[in-house]
């Protein structure tokens, strides 16, 4: 029977806000450096020179199809039998599960990224190349801002999916959220009110990113309806009305 006392005695433990903790800031280190990775890869992707892009391609398809529960466990008991500099004790569950959810979320947001950027056409920068832009000035000012706007989506969604796949490092012990419940839940028997907890506790987060994600969709489209509508304004339609009324053509 569940009962609401353990459940809110569960839903304040130091434990599983701890973890709860360790969850928000792996995700939140993993989709930064994911982001700042990924763009220089997503351009490479259509770079002129072969050996360029199809490195990185090769990157790409290697770590979208590898399971993330797979590198995990790679990357942890994989790389310390591989290189001796990995066994020391700097080499912590959230290092690793930082290094393999790295890699994995580099290959999905570059491909984010090299969708929205090629949607955009060479238009775009030849009218900046006209407006005596160089080539990093057109890009930042004119591409990128429009990239970002088709990409948000997408990348907000990786963002969310992300959180949730961070409760695959129980494999490598890592306690965040998940891991602690299941911890919790060893000691007490009491299934209902901690999976309840940790329900809970996904539910804010998600509806946080997701509230996060309309506000900044909004923001980022405010230039462009401000523009619309001052188009729209400046042009006013004309009225057809009779050149003569009734009493007019009787004359």
Same mark, same amino acid.
């Given at each position: 029977?569940?009962?609401?006392?353990?459940?809110?005695?569960?839903?304040?433990?130091?434990?599983?806000?701890?973890?709860? /903790?360790?969850?928000?800031? /792996?995700?939140?280190?993993?989709?930064?450096?994911?982001?700042?990775?990924?763009?220089?890869?997503?351009?490479?992707?259509?770079?002129?020179?072969?050996?360029? +892009?199809?490195?990185?391609?090769?990157?790409?398809?290697?770590? +979208?199809?590898?399971?993330?529960?797979?590198?995990?466990?790679?990357?942890?008991?994989?790389?310390?039998?591989?290189?001796?500099?990995? +066994?020391?004790?700097?080499?912590?569950?959230?290092?690793?599960?930082?290094?393999?959810?790295?890699?994995?979320?580099?290959?999905?947001?570059?491909?984010?990224?090299?969708?929205?950027?090629?949607?955009?056409?060479?238009?775009?920068?030849?009218?900046?190349?006209? /407006?005596?832009?160089?080539?990093?000035?057109?890009?930042?000012?004119?591409?990128?801002?429009?990239?970002?706007?088709?990409?948000?989506?997408?990348?907000?969604?990786?963002?969310?999916?992300?959180?949730?796949?961070?409760? /695959?490092?129980?494999?490598?012990?890592?306690?965040?959220?998940?891991?602690?419940?299941?911890?919790?839940?060893?000691?007490?028997?009491?299934?209902?009110?901690?999976?309840?907890?940790?329900?809970?506790?996904?539910?804010?987060?998600?509806?946080?990113?997701?509230?996060?994600?309309?506000?900044?969709?909004? +923001?980022?489209?405010?230039?462009?309806?401000?523009?619309?509508?001052?188009?729209?304004?400046?042009?006013?339609?004309?009225?057809?009305?009779?050149?003569?009324?009734?009493?007019?053509?009787?004359?």
């Amino acid at each position: 029977m569940f009962d609401p006392i353990i459940f809110l005695q569960a839903l304040i433990s130091p434990a599983l806000i701890q973890g709860a /903790l360790i969850t928000i800031g /792996l995700s939140i280190c993993v989709q930064v450096t994911a982001f700042t990775l990924c763009l220089p890869v997503a351009i490479g992707l259509s770079s002129k020179h072969a050996s360029v +892009r199809w490195v990185l391609l090769a990157y790409v398809w290697l770590f +979208r199809s590898a399971p993330m529960i797979l590198v995990l466990l790679f990357i942890w008991n994989g790389l310390p039998q591989l290189f001796p500099i990995f +066994r020391s004790s700097w080499f912590t569950p959230f290092i690793a599960a930082y290094i393999g959810m790295t890699l994995v979320g580099v290959a999905y947001n570059a491909e984010i990224m090299r969708a929205a950027l090629g949607s955009l056409g060479a238009g775009q920068r030849e009218a900046a190349a006209a /407006l005596g832009l160089t080539k990093f000035q057109a890009f930042r000012l004119v591409v990128m801002p429009q990239a970002m706007r088709i990409a948000l989506p997408s990348l907000m969604n990786e963002f969310i999916s992300l959180l949730k796949s961070t409760s /695959l490092a129980y494999t490598i012990s890592l306690r965040e959220l998940m891991t602690t419940t299941s911890l919790s839940i060893s000691a007490s028997f009491r299934f209902t009110e901690w999976y309840a907890c940790a329900f809970l506790y996904y539910l804010v987060m998600v509806s946080i990113l997701t509230l996060a994600q309309g506000w900044i969709e909004r +923001r980022m489209s405010a230039p462009y309806s401000r523009k619309s509508n001052d188009r729209n304004s400046g042009l006013q339609p004309v009225r057809n009305t009779p050149a003569l009324n009734g009493s007019d053509q009787n004359l």
